[in-house]
């Protein structure tokens, strides 16, 4: 399994940015995919998580304002990101669980043991 995040990139403190991310060598899967992210100085995060039936879930600091999504047909996940803060910064990575859990579980379980990673976006908000 390969997962490919698109160039990240720099935006002004409300702007919006959309990361995909292309995964190769997985079929349509049952198992959650997901954004994760890791700000300076901060311990890796989950930020959102979809199911295959596309229940999904955030982490509250992006609620409202992050929107992620699948297309199954192009084995591809999206992150919309807008409203951008400067805490927002960070790598971003793209994430394919390879344990059945719901969006909700896999927001707080998926790891680099229990997952697969791809090697990461920046993305950087300046205030």
């Known amino acids: 399994v390969q997962l490919v995040e698109s160039v990240g990139g720099s935006v002004q403190a409300g702007g919006s940015l959309r990361l995909s991310c292309a995964a190769s060598?997985?079929?349509?899967?049952?198992?959650?995919m997901g954004w994760f992210r890791q700000g300076p100085g901060k311990e890796l995060e989950g930020v959102a998580t979809?199911?295959?039936?596309?229940?999904?879930s955030y982490a509250d600091s992006v609620k409202g304002r992050f929107t992620i999504s699948q297309d199954n047909a192009k084995n591809a996940l999206y992150l919309q990101m807008n409203s951008l803060k400067p805490e927002d910064s960070g790598m971003y990575y793209c994430a394919r669980a390879r344990v059945t859990w719901s969006a909700r579980q896999a927001l707080d379980l998926m790891t680099r043991a229990n997952s697969y990673w791809g090697q990461g976006t920046q993305v950087t908000v300046s205030s």
């Open positions: 979809i199911e295959s039936d596309g229940s999904t």
């Open positions: 060598g997985v079929s349509y899967s049952t198992y959650c």
